[in-house]
């Protein structure tokens, strides 16, 4: 074991995991009816790409990517979709978003899947990965493909992150010690794509199971398992990195910045299932727990299978179920309603009932203890940022750097005022992103008015220019027509091109001109029987077009004697 | 004694008028530019462009307020935008004056694409160019580009154009105030570390 390194604060909740490592991983019966969410990482849905009515295969595309941070969903088994709309989707905000609803036909025929070709180059790995679905499945969701890409150069170490540190998840011990090879085949072929100099495999030292069954498949290849003791969170991406090499990723950076690279061990084996098979992420393991049910354990089931299906399967007793928590006790959210579908992101399901997850006692005043400070894994002041959040002084928060905050909700667990600290930052957090959101848009808004204010004023000068210019060449024909009528008329009997208008055009001139003029004359005694005040300005207006018929009529008869 | 005092007050003096000239130079020559501070102002405001605070856009607005002009005029940044303008400004901030209109949530322009008679004045009034379209064919508002300004109602003459509250998504979700949510006991408790459950057990 190499040298330990450590990271402030943290905490021991009792871990519960037991409960849930007493049976194998089982598999889930596939459900007749599936709900597949457009969206199932962190960024925005893909585009569909099937209508309702289709028939799909297990495995088949159901959204692509569109540029940016969009990963496609997969067909979880074969059959019909049903349509194509909002539905509710596992989210603490119990919001709808758009679903694509399956009707199994029960015979879950594969799609014909593509492995990556051996040949193919780093990139185009990765948007192998992509077009597979591959996500983060520790619980963050964050797409593969633009994790492996914030590192610009190959990381120095790859971290494959089974640490898991929340109470009662046991999702990825489960897979660790019972497909052991399968997490080293993971290990390897992300290694492989990254090239970085080492890998480790981080684990709490509460799996002795697991590190024993890594260890004997990790044999022989230079996969290194790294044991650390086990306090909460050890399993967050940045608090790991810190554990096994020290380094710090640094404020609003990437662990990229530190040379590290860290994948979840079921995102490693989804890449290795990805690259070597083609297969895309349609099912995963999740783990099934608390006191309302009576088979609780780890069940692999098929994405977009609804929750009720693997509660029943677990054996729930609707009676006793008082909270329904999807993630871990700490970070994991509640949900309302058990017909929500399984997504990519989740990891656990707790049925907790009333005596295992009473309800919070009511909060108390802040009595500036600290010692939420002293369990901060990230050094942060837990206390003044919850000041600054209740008051909603959210620019402050920020100064205070709550954007570093990881939300693991280790100073809720040792608050003895029972203050809901993590809820005051989401709420500060989410406050401030819709205002940097409503920003972008006010600075966007403005520089289209801004440009097209520019483009009106470039529009009235140019329109000013050539009535300019067309005044100019009248004034310049009508002065200089008479003295140089001989000239020109030469000019135009030696050159069919000549400039001046022809006589076609003076006509027509003279026409129009005349026509204003009894135009104005119409509207001049018209105005001297009813509105007298209005006839100097006509007269003037019927003086003006006068004149203008005058010369219209001179330039034409000019023009004639030219002829 | 008498030279001790005129020396003092002399002193006093020169020194009073060295400062006052130091202070009256700066005053002039270190000026506050006049085009940062309503740069700064105009970052604030909302670019609805929409002329409800009775100026013909954002930037003319924050050049008023620039001039001294009252801070609440502006219904589209509501509370928002009165407090950034308070802190930036160093005033006490005003609730909005309803003379301009009421905070509304975010709407964006829906044109009955049905009804268009294609006479593209919406387009002229649009201050985004959010609204693509010829004379003679259909108009349509492209939503993203939208600000909802109202602006393009009234020149309508069919009033084919209505104004539709922007669906918020699970993107537009902010995490509720934990203060804002509903308790799960009954009552109040008055300060102790019994939970309601036990004290009245």
């Known amino acids: ?134 996500v983060g499945l520790g619980g963050a969701g964050f797409p593969t493909r633009d994790k492996l890409q914030s590192a610009e150069a190959a990381p120095d170490v790859l971290i494959l992150n089974g640490a898991e540190c929340e109470p009662y998840i046991t999702a990825d011990q489960a897979l660790m010690r019972e497909r052991p090879d399968s997490v080293v085949a993971g290990a390897l072929a992300l290694w492989r794509l990254v090239g970085a100099g080492r890998c480790l495999i981080g684990i709490e030292d509460n799996k002795p199971d697991a590190i024993e069954a890594l260890r004997q498949s990790a044999e022989g290849t230079s996969v290194e398992i790294r044991v650390v003791a086990t306090r909460y969170p050890s399993g967050g991406e940045r608090q790991l990195i810190q554990l096994l090499t020290g380094l710090e990723v640094p404020s609003g950076g990437l662990p990229a910045d530190v040379g590290v690279l860290c994948q979840n061990v079921a995102t490693a084996v989804a890449v290795d299932r990805s690259l070597r098979l083609g297969e895309p992420v349609i099912q995963r393991i999740t783990t099934l727990t608390g006191e309302a049910l009576a088979r609780p354990g780890n069940i692999e089931a098929r994405i977009g299978t609804p929750l009720d299906h693997l509660l029943f399967e677990a054996g729930l007793d609707p009676q006793r179920l008082h909270r329904l928590i999807m993630g871990g006790p700490l970070m994991g959210f509640d949900l309302t309603t058990t017909g929500l579908p399984l997504i990519k992101t989740a990891n656990c399901l707790i049925a907790g009932t009333a005596g295992e997850f009473p309800d919070p006692p009511i909060p108390q005043p802040c009595i500036r203890c600290g010692l939420c400070e002293q369990a901060c894994p990230v ?69 289209r008015f801004e440009e097209r204010q520019a483009r009106l004023e470039r529009e009235q000068a140019e329109r000013e220019e050539r009535r300019r210019a067309r005044q100019q060449a009248r004034e310049q024909h009508h002065n200089v027509a ?82 | 004694m008498w030279m001790n005092l005129l020396l003092a007050i002399a002193t006093l003096l020169l020194l009073a008028g060295a400062f006052g000239a130091l202070l009256g130079y700066a005053s002039v020559r270190l000026r506050r530019d006049d085009d940062s501070l309503v740069e700064q102002i105009d970052a604030v405001l909302p670019q609805t462009q929409c002329g409800q605070c009775g100026y013909p856009g954002c930037r003319p607005y924050a050049e008023a307020i620039a001039e001294g002009d009252a801070i609440n005029k502006c219904p589209p940044g509501g509370e928002a935008t009165i407090q950034s303008l308070a802190n930036l400004l160093d005033v006490e901030p005003q609730p909005l004056d309803a003379e301009h209109g009421e905070e509304q949530p ?76 509903p308790l799960t006991h009954d009552g109040p408790v008055i300060a102790t570390d019994q939970r309601p459950a036990e004290a009245s057990a």
């Not at chain 2, 649009?126 to 600000?147: L, N, Y």
């Open chain 1, 482 to 563: 008479p003295a140089e009528a001989s000239e020109a008329a030469t000019a135009a009997a030696t050159s069919p091109t000549a400039p001046g208008p022809d006589r076609e055009t003076l006509i027509q001139r003279r026409d129009q001109a005349r026509q204003k003029v009894e135009e104005a004359q119409a509207q001049l005694a018209e105005a001297r029987e009813q509105t007298p005040e209005a006839v100097p300005k006509l007269e003037r207006a019927l003086n003006k077009h006068q004149k203008r018929l005058d010369a219209a009529e001179k330039a034409l008869s000019d023009a004639q004697e030219d002829t």
């Open chain 2, 106 to 181: 975010k709407r964006v322009a829906y044109i009955r694409e049905a009804e268009c008679i294609g006479c593209t004045k919406c387009i002229q009034a649009c201050p985004v160019d959010a609204i693509v379209g010829a004379p003679k064919f259909m108009h349509t508002v492209i939503e993203s580009e939208c600000t909802g300004c109202d602006l393009c109602v009234d020149p309508c003459p069919v009033d084919c154009i209505d104004m539709i509250e922007v669906a918020r998504g699970i993107d537009d979700w902010v995490p509720p105030h934990p203060a804002d949510r």
């Open chain 1, 1 to 134: 074991m190499g040298t330990q390194f450590d990271f402030p604060g943290g905490i021991h909740p009792p871990d519960n995991k037991l409960r849930s490592l007493q049976t194998p991983i089982r598999q889930a019966p596939l459900p007749d009816r599936l709900t597949v969410p457009l969206r199932q990482h962190r960024g925005d849905p893909g585009r569909v790409v099937v209508a309702a009515g289709d028939h799909v295969l297990t495995g088949q595309p159901l959204s692509e990517g569109q540029p940016g941070r969009s990963v496609p969903v997969h067909a979880p088994t074969s059959g019909t979709i049903t349509a194509i709309k909002s539905h509710e989707v596992p989210h603490p905000s119990g919001l709808e978003e758009t679903c694509i609803l399956i009707e199994a036909d029960g015979r879950d025929q594969w799609y014909e899947l593509a492995p990556c070709p051996d040949s193919a180059s780093t990139a185009e790995r990765y948007d192998h990965l992509h077009r597979t679905g591959v």
């Open chain 1, 379 to 447: 050094d942060l002041l837990p206390q003044q940022l919850y000041w600054f959040a209740s008051a909603g002084e959210h620019r402050k928060a920020e100064h205070f750097d709550l954007f570093d905050c990881i939300e693991c909700g280790a100073c809720d667990w040792v608050c003895p005022s029972h203050l809901p600290l993590t809820d005051y930052y989401r709420h500060s957090k989410g406050v401030l992103r819709q205002e940097q959101k409503e920003q972008a848009e006010a600075d966007h808004a403005r520089q």
